[in-house]
C-alpha cells in the first residue's frame, strides 16, 4: 500500500504553491552564482587589493573541491534514512550556513586588505560552495520525485531555471544600479566598499529566504516521496561502483556531454559579451543596460515557450529543434554585420535590430536549457529499471558536477580570440583596428556556433522518449506490485 501510494503521489502534477515553491529555490542558486562568477574576482582584487592570480588559485580551489562533493552528497541523499526523508534533511542544514557565509564573503574582518585576505577567501568560498552542494543537489533532485509524469517534469524545472535567471539578473541591477552609487569621497560608484558590504547582506537575506521557501514549501511532500533503499553495509567500493554504474546510463552520458559544451559556448559568450556589446557594436552604456534589463521579457518568454515545445515535440526533439533555431541566430547578426549588410554602428536601427533578436534569441536558449534540465529527471526510472536503484541526487549531482569544471573552458577559449584579436593587452576598442574587429566577431561567431552544433549532436543521442518513459513508469509499477504482493501475508 506504501508503495501504491507514493506511486500515485509522484506521478500527479504538483500543486501551483509546490511548483512555485520549488522554483523559488533556483533564485537561491542564481543570486550565488551571479556574484560568484562575475563580480568576487573583481572585488578581491580591484576593491580589497588581493592579487589577481591569487584570487584565481583560491577560487580554483574551492571549485574543483566542491565539484568533486557533488557527487559524495548526490549519493549521500540518494540513500538517507530519516523521519524528513531523503533531501529535506540537507537542505535544512544548509540554509544558515548558506546566508551566513555568503555574508562573510563580502564582508571580510575589517583591517585585513590585500593577500592577507587569501586565507579567508579560500576558507569562505569553499564554506559557500560546500552550503549550496547541500542545498542544490538534493533540492534539484526533487524535480523527479515531486512528480513522474513527463510534462509536470518540464514545468516544475522551467520555473527553477527561469527563477534562476531572475534571481541572478535581479541581484545584479541591484548591485550596480541602486548600491554601487558615488559619495562625496568615492567618485566611481563601483569603489564604493560600503555598497559591496550591503551587497553582501542583502543577497544572503535573499538567498535564505528562497532556500527557506523551497525546503518549507515542498515540506509537506515528504510522506509522499520515494522511500529510501533497505539498510545495508556501504562500503567505499560499492559508493563508487554504485556511483560508475549509475553514471554509465547512455541517456546521461549524452546529457553530460552535451552541458559541458553548452557551458563552454555560455563561458564564450558571457567573456566576450562586454567586447562585442562596446568594441563590435559600439553600444553606450544606457543600450547595453537596456539589452540587459530585457533578459526579464527572455525569461518569461522562456517559461511559456518550453512547455508548449516539450509537449508539442517531445522534450529531446524540441530541445534539438529550437536550440538549433536559437544557436543559429546567435551569431548571425555578428556575421551579417562582418558582410556589411547590417546599419552602421551607432544607428538607432542597428540598436533596435540586436535589441530584439537577443530577447528572441536568449528566449529560445534559456527554453533549451529547461528541456535538457527536464530530460535528466526523466533518466531516473530509466536507470531504476537497470540497476534496481533510485539515483536522483547522482545524476542532478553530475550534471552539477560538470557544470562547476567546464566553467574555464568556455574562459579560456574567449581569451584565445581576444588574443588572435589583438585584444588581450587591455585598452579598449579606443585604438581598435578594422581588422582587429572584424577578427573579433569572426572569433566569437565561429567559437559559439561550434559549441553550440556539439552540444545539439550530443542531444541527439539521448534515448528517452514521451513513450520509452510512460513504459519505464509501466514496468516498475508492474515491478512494485509484483514485490508488494511477495511480501503480503
Known sequence: ???????????????????????IGGAAE?????????????????????????????????????????????????NMRTRLGRRHPFMYAALIPIAVTYYFTWNPPAGMTGNDLFVWLVALTILVRLSFTFFDVPGTALAAELTQEYDARTSLLSLRTFFGWFGGLTIQILLFRFLLVPTEEIEIGVFNVDGWNTYGLVAS?????????????????????????????????????????????????ALFLATLCGLIASGISATLNQYINTIFWGFTNAQIASITAAVYISAILALII???????????????????????????????????????????????????????????????????????????????LQTGRRSEGIFFAGISFIRKLSQGVGVMTAS????????????????????????????????????????????????????????NLRRLRERDAAAAASEAP
Request: hydrophobic residues 50%; aromatic residues 10%; neutral net charge.
Open 1 to 23: 500500500l506504501r508503495i501504491a501510494s507514493m506511486t500515485t503521489a509522484t506521478a500527479a502534477a504538483p500543486s501551483l504553491l509546490t511548483r512555485v515553491s520549488f522554483g
Open 30 to 78: 542564481g543570486v550565488k552564482n551571479n556574484g560568484f562568477e562575475y563580480v568576487l574576482l573583481f572585488f578581491y582584487s580591484n576593491i580589497l587589493g588581493v592579487d589577481a592570480g591569487l584570487v584565481a588559485i583560491a577560487l580554483l580551489i574551492a571549485l574543483v573541491i566542491d565539484a568533486f562533493s557533488d557527487p559524495i552528497v548526490g549519493y549521500w541523499s540518494d
Open 205 to 253: 537575506v535573499c538567498i535564505f529566504v528562497c532556500a527557506l521557501i523551497c525546503t518549507v514549501g515542498t515540506h509537506n511532500h515528504i510522506p509522499h516521496l520515494k522511500a529510501p533503499p533497505a539498510a545495508r553495509k556501504i562500503t567505499l567500493g560499492t559508493v563508487f561502483k554504485e556511483i560508475f554504474e549509475t553514471v554509465s546510463n547512455p541517456s546521461f552520458r
Open 306 to 384: 518550453a512547455p508548449i515545445v516539450g509537449k508539442t515535440f517531445g522534450k529531446k526533439r524540441g530541445a534539438i529543434v529550437i536550440g538549433a533555431l536559437a544557436f543559429t541566430i546567435a551569431p548571425m547578426p555578428v556575421f551579417l554585420r562582418l558582410l556589411g549588410l547590417l546599419p552602421p554602428n551607432g544607428s538607432e536601427a542597428l540598436f533596435n535590430i540586436i535589441f530584439f533578436i537577443t530577447i528572441f534569441d536568449l528566449a529560445l536558449i534559456i527554453a533549451t536549457q529547461m528541456l535538457m534540465a527536464s530530460m535528466v529527471a526523466d533518466i531516473v526510472e530509466d536507470s531504476e
Open 416 to 471: 584565445a580570440v581576444l588574443w588572435v584579436s589583438g585584444f588581450s593587452t587591455g585598452g579598449g576598442g579606443a585604438g581598435a583596428s578594422e581588422e582587429s574587429i572584424r577578427a573579433l566577431g569572426f572569433g566569437y561567431g565561429v567559437s559559439v556556433l561550434t559549441a553550440w552544433t556539439l552540444m545539439l549532436i550530443c542531444v541527439s543521442f539521448y534515448k528517452i522518449s514521451r513513450e520509452s518513459h510512460g513504459e
